[in-house]
């Protein structure tokens, strides 16, 4: 049976872009008609409340290969980067921002990388064009954390514009504000990973969806990659060992109880102090204990749980 092979699928998150969507297809549409080869642009909506949406629906009419996903509220970008990744079809995924900062022309050379065998090429916006004290240092600082942590080299992993292969993107999940760690994620499912440099524009219409708290968000998802990235392929193991800190201290502690009731004037009050401890550590390690266990069930068997919902 023949069957209709589609190499690329452009996936862009959305929300409230209505001057710049039309501006966007064109120019995806015009790089892409360059590449000679079958693709399809979805666009996820995220519960935008300006225009984004008629637009979105009037270009579709002239542009079968636009797919628009509608989100029944604003779920993040995230999310709306996720339900796209699932509904891709193409061999080849790309992801890029809706607001005309990343440049389609760069694409060409993303899917170059892949086809040279990589599953994920990141951009690097060397050129960035956003505020420096808001947007660029927190950035910088964020990058140099995530590298450390997680381990990926890259310059730039907040570069929305990046490229992957199918097999690789399919297998990530995002919540939070993960999509931007993807390369740790796809590290993880034990990706090749390169990163290229690509152009950036400042933003010409509509506003930046986040201000200077992102930061804060991007660090609490950080502290879960990392536990994520560590302990969760075996999560018995890392919270037995916080049972067994627990034990240990509860034992030490119980030593200390029994050398102060040798001494001739204990004081009882001090007596009790320490045996409540004890029991309370004892049960905490228990409690460490059943959430290994409950931990390594959800990972060894956890279905994929949306986190989005997308009206029909
Ligand atoms: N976005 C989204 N949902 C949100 C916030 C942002 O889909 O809740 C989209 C937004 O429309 C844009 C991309 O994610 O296409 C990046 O957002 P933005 O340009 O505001 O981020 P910045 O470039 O300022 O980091
Ligand atoms: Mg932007």
Not at 20 to 26: K, Q, T
Not at 58 to 65: A, F, Y
Not at 128 to 137: A, P
Not at 178 to 197: D, M, S
Request: one cysteine or more.
């Amino acid at each position: 049976m023949l069957e209709n092979k589609l190499n690329i699928s452009i996936v862009v998150p959305i929300y409230n872009e209505e001057e710049n969507v039309a501006l966007l297809h064109s120019a995806i549409s015009e790089v892409m008609r360059g590449l000679n080869q079958s693709y399809e642009i979805i666009m996820v909506d995220d519960g935008s409340q300006d225009g984004t949406l008629t637009q979105l629906r009037r270009i579709q009419k002239t542009d079968p290969r636009l797919r628009i996903i509608k989100f029944r509220g604003n779920f993040g970008q995230s999310a709306a980067m996720a339900a796209g990744f699932e509904a891709a079809r193409g061999e080849f995924v790309v992801a890029m921002d809706g607001d005309l900062q990343n440049d389609p022309k760069d694409i060409p050379m993303l899917l170059r990388k892949l086809e040279e065998g990589f599953d994920v090429v990141s951009g690097w916006r060397k050129n960035r064009k956003d505020k420096l004290v808001l947007r660029k240092i927190p950035s910088k600082i964020a990058n140099r954390l995530i590298c450390s942590i997680t381990g990926v080299r890259l310059h730039d992993t907040g570069c929305s514009l990046k490229a992957f292969r199918r097999e690789v993107i399919k297998r990530i999940r995002l919540y939070g504000e993960l999509h931007r760690f993807i390369p740790a994620l796809a590290k993880l499912e034990g990706a090749r990973i390169t990163e290229v440099v690509v152009n950036h524009h400042p933003r010409k219409f509509g506003k930046s969806k986040y201000n200077i708290t992102r930061t804060f968000r991007v660090l609490m998802d950080l502290t879960s990659l990392n536990l994520f990235l560590k302990h969760l392929r075996n999560p018995v193991r890392f919270f037995g060992s916080l049972a067994l800190i627990a034990l240990m201290i509860a034992f030490f502690t119980t030593i200390w109880a029994a050398r102060i009731w040798m001494e001739n004037n204990f004081e009882t009050a001090t007596i009790n102090i320490l045996i409540t401890l004890v029991f309370l550590l004892v049960f905490t390690a228990f409690q460490f204990v059943f959430i290994g266990l409950l931990a390594s069930l959800i990972v060894h068997t956890g279905k994929k749980k949306l986190f989005y919902l997308i009206e029909s």
